[in-house]
């Protein structure tokens, strides 16, 4: 996830660009940039880190000139310094991009094998030199440059792009990733995201997936005029009327949600998709190996798993362990960070750890990591901040493309460190021939599906409202569930205790009759994570005990589940449920009801929930 902005008008373009790359800041924030037509060339200034690194590099060599584009940048493909910031320049053409091109490998190959030297290490500097080289060889326009370039490229982009040649033009194009375009009163504006362009105009044009815009000045007798076409890449005009945006700039920040975490939660569809792109092979039934960062070699040469975490990493780790085990059948652990570093662990060359972590930053994480080197074992990191401590502690890095989590509740990192756990159990499984093509498929097939799951699951957002209501007064709550159902009760759990500050505990449901259940009685909700799989039966006979002792059963399970449905009802229980789907992936989707009654019931509550007290994002201390 990163941010861009455009801006074509008579006022000065740089304030207007880094104004706008302020709002987009939650977008990205490693590295920014900005191109400017000034005195017949493109100019550019980037500077790595926050944008106040950006102002003072503008201050110091400042950008005349009113045409230009903006970018601020969350790494995905090449480590966050300045020449992989954007805007990334080929010859007369400048370009900004959010999102990820999926075939940027055999992409550059081509270029370079036909000579072409590439300054970055990112997949958005293949566009600049895809639109440079249609311009060389006679392209009639920027435009059709850029929608010939567009017409090579798979995966997801929102781009600006201008060119020496044509000094009153900025072209854009979206497809999976945003672009709102905004009319101003005599200037242009277009940007990932609402809250870029308020200041310039409250008219806006979204624009759809395969559309492309072309923002023009023209000049006569001394007088400007502005004009914003809209088209297909294909070619096709556009037609479609403004729409007059009425958020506050507050509001807009966050999409119009009340709270960063529950667009975030609003968000996982889309942060999952980001993350299998490009990385699933499923003619083939496998995991694109060299997005692993991980020789092939190694998954026949260990003999464990050791998975370390923190926090709601640890609760997606301890799903990972599931998969690794029944995918790829090798034995596998899961350590809390702060444990590793306080034993005396014996870890071998034939471990894979693999540290997950969502800043990539946890002190105890890092420390787990260091004694896993120091005894010979490789690791893994599976992270969200590209090129962060641990990753650059390990062996390998895997990815998760959220882009930045604002909330301190984790919501969106967790379900693709779950996603990016399962591609590496596939991955696993296949090498060590415990997986055959087929079932590949299949279980790919399914997480492929999961945001089309997440969005239906979503919808339930108003009537899980209703359900956090009719639980306000609980001063505890248990949750419960089986296999990967149990780190979904752990972390269900955290998510109330960290930003509604009751008391909440997850339990494996098995373990439910070893303790907890002499807590039960009519004041205590207990949710139960049951859909449809192998665990059905048991974890149903645990909602039967609960209402025994009068518990207040909260039930999450399959939609069209008429058994648990009327068992539920005749227990006078809540019944929540998400769309039937594989067992391999359905964790992936029960947890949002969990994260949504979560976020309703610390709302209600009136707390601080993007920052709850005590609570930090990234823990960097013992
Ligand atoms: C903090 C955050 C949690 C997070 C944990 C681990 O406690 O508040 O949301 O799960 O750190 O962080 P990591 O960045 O390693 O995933």
Known sequence: ????????????????????????????????????????????????????????????????????????????????????????VSGPVAVVHNGIIENHVALRHELEAAGVRFASDTDTEIVAHLVARALAAGSPSLEEAVASSLRLVTGAYAIAVISKTEPDVVVLAKDQSPLVLGIGDGELIAASDIPAILSTTRDVIFLEDGEMVVLRRTEKDGAFTFDARLRTVAGQPVVRPTKRIDWSPAQAEKGGFKHFMLKEIHEQPRAIEDTLRGRIDLAGGDVVSQELGLDDSVATSIDRVYFVACGTSAHAAMAGRYWVEALARVPSTVEIGSEVRYRDPVFTPRDLVIAVSQSGETSDTLAAVKAARAGGARVLAIANVLDSAIPRAADGAFYTHAGPEIGVASTKCFTTQLAALLLFAVWLGRRRGTLSPERAKFVLGALAHVPALMREALEDDASLRLLAKRHLKARDMLFLGRGIGFPIALEGALKVKEISYVHAEGYAAGEMKHGPIALIDDAMPVVVVCPRDDHFEKTASNLQEVRAREGQIIAVGTKGDEELASLVAKHDGDLVTVPACAPEVVHLVTVIPLQLLAYHMADLKGTDVDQPRNLAKTVTVE
Do not use: Q
């Open 1 to 88: 996830m990163c941010g861009i902005v455009a801006f074509v008008g008579t006022r000065a373009a740089s304030p207007v660009l880094v104004e706008g790359l302020r709002k987009l800041e939650y977008r990205g924030y490693d590295s920014a940039g900005i191109a400017v037509h000034a005195g017949g060339e493109v100019a550019v200034v980037r500077a790595v880190g926050k944008l106040s690194n950006l102002d003072a590099a503008l201050a110091r060599t400042p950008l005349k000139g009113t045409v230009g584009i903006g970018h601020t940048r969350w790494a995905t493909h090449g480590r966050p310094s300045e020449a992989n910031a954007h805007p990334h």
